[in-house]
């Protein structure tokens, strides 16, 4: 099946490169381990002390997953002991309430987010646990907040569902990847496609308000017709959000990627046309094309935060509720309160001796300066509305533009040379051919890319 990229073959030579994807600026590899606990909590106290709090966002990182999916590049540890949670569900519930301790209570959590790992390998009670420990030590917005799971289908049942929409959560994700059998096992995740579709079909009957699918382009043994197969049984499932995430492929970093043939992964330009086939069909579906790797039905909040501007990257990728503060819980969970950013240690060993202590488990992050918080500005503007308005930023930072990006101007115009922008004195657009370069326009606004060469420590951008 051909399909034609708005990108030609030069362009993909001179632009796939590696980037970060910009869920924060300044990115982790910025974070200190000068940043502490202390730090922390100063911030907190800061931010309570904010003539209007803003209200809270709360994430809970469950690491733990049944079996390994060889692409996978999430913070997991993988064990088919079921035991090993219930200590895991008790530091989790300590750090709750030494975080709860930290916040002013008429601080509502309007927003929570369960991710992993797979925080369905939990028991169901331990769920429950974690919810009522929150309640306790949190207040809970009165109206219903937005409260979402990650979830792999193979550890639910429609039964189980209904039990997790009765614990309060309205929105769910499940991963899915990709339908095919062959590529299925080449990344060792055999899931049943009509248990997915029961799965879906059932948060629908109980009532999720927003139902979302992630999908992955750039897996080995992928094909354009193997895809859009897969686009075309998703799209009859009729979920309310759709994620097509890149393959990030960096077997250095990830051990189990190495167990995926180099030969069986499609080359930048087949990627290309797997995202453009994502993004024509799913357009020609009725889904927005939100950026990057997002996708969302015209009702969803998504796509009414980015017609009205308060849409924004964070680490769950794009999301609304841009005025919360962001508590992040369990092992490598990343906090955002006010303008910094910290996260928390990364082994269980690690949690539990800090913990212990009675001590928020940080182990490093990094407090944003005036510059950082202007380029993130620009980054989050282009990231989510793919536009900038040169004179606003002007007028708020009190800047001349094109004096303070010196260095990025002439790489600008070349990139509007090729098609990727327009840019005026005022404003830059960036064209459909640009989208799907985004990341490479953003980086032109990183500091740290320009003052450093970290180049090899991140994903290519195609
Ligand atoms: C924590 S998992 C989702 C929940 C559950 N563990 C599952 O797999 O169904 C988050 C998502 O990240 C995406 N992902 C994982 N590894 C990736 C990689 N190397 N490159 C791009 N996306 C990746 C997958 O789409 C996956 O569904
Ligand atoms: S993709 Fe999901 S289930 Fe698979 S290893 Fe990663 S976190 Fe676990």
């Not at 692409?71 to 090993?84: E, M, P, R």
């Not at 910290?342 to 940080?362: G, M, R, T």
Request: hydrophobic content about 35%.
């Amino acid at each position: 099946m051909a399909v034609k990229t708005y990108l030609n073959q030069d362009l993909i030579n001179r632009y796939d490169r590696t980037g970060p994807r910009y869920t924060s600026y300044p990115t982790a590899l910025q974070f200190s381990t000068a940043i502490g606990s202390h730090d922390y909590t100063d911030w907190v106290a800061q931010s309570n002390d904010d003539p209007i709090p803003g209200s809270l966002s709360l994430y809970f990182h469950i690491p733990f997953c049944n079996t390994i999916c060889y692409y996978c590049g999430c913070s997991k540890i993988v064990t088919k002991d079921k035991s090993k949670t219930s200590s895991y569900v008790r530091l989790l519930q300590r750090e709750i309430a030494l975080q709860g301790s930290l916040f002013d209570r008429d601080r509502k959590v309007t927003q929570m987010h369960w991710g992993g790992g797979t925080p369905t390998f939990l028991q169901d009670q331990e769920i429950e646990q974690i919810l009522n420990t929150t309640a306790k030590h949190f207040t809970m917005s009165e109206s219903e907040g937005e409260y979402s799971i990650e979830v792999d289908p193979r550890t639910v049942t429609p039964a189980r569902l209904m039990l997790l929409r009765s614990f309060g959560f309205n929105r769910i994700s499940f991963g899915v990847q990709d339908f095919d059998h062959d590529v299925q096992q080449a990344v060792n995740r055999v899931q049943d496609k009509q248990l997915v579709l029961a799965n879906i079909k059932a948060a629908k009957d109980h009532d999720f308000h927003s139902i979302n699918i992630d999908l992955m382009y750039g897996l080995p043994k992928q094909t354009t017709k193997s895809f859009a197969d897969t686009l075309e049984q998703i799209i009859t499932a009729d979920p309310d959000r759709i994620a097509v995430y890149n393959y990030a492929h960096m077997p250095e970093l990830f051990k189990p990627q190495r167990r995926i043939e180099a030969d069986d992964l499609p080359d930048p330009m087949i990627k290309l046309e797997l995202l453009q086939l994502a993004i024509d069909r799913l357009q020609q579906a009725g889904y927005v094309y939100i950026g990057m790797d997002h996708f969302a039905k015209a009702s969803d909040d998504l796509v009414k935060a980015q017609n009205n501007g308060t849409l924004q990257r964070n680490f769950q990728g794009y999301s609304t509720h841009a005025d919360c503060d962001i508590v992040a819980m369990g092992i490598t969970a990343i906090s955002q309160i006010g303008d910094n950013y910290s996260q928390n240690v990364k082994s269980l060993e690690d949690y539990e001796s800090a913990l212990l202590l009675e001590q928020i488990p940080i182990y490093r992050g990094i407090e944003l300066e005036s510059d950082d918080i202007l380029r993130r500005e620009i980054i989050n503007e282009l990231m989510c509305n793919f536009r900038l308005d040169i004179k606003h930023i002007e007028e708020k930072w009190r800047i001349n533009f094109s004096r303070y990006f010196d260095a990025s101007m002439i790489h600008l115009s070349k990139m509007m040379h090729d098609g990727l922008l327009q840019m005026t004195p005022e404003l830059i657009e960036i064209t459909p051919e640009g989208r799907l370069l985004v990341r490479s326009i953003c980086m032109e606004f990183d500091r740290y890319l320009q003052e450093r060469q970290q180049e090899e420590q991140y994903s290519r951008v195609i």
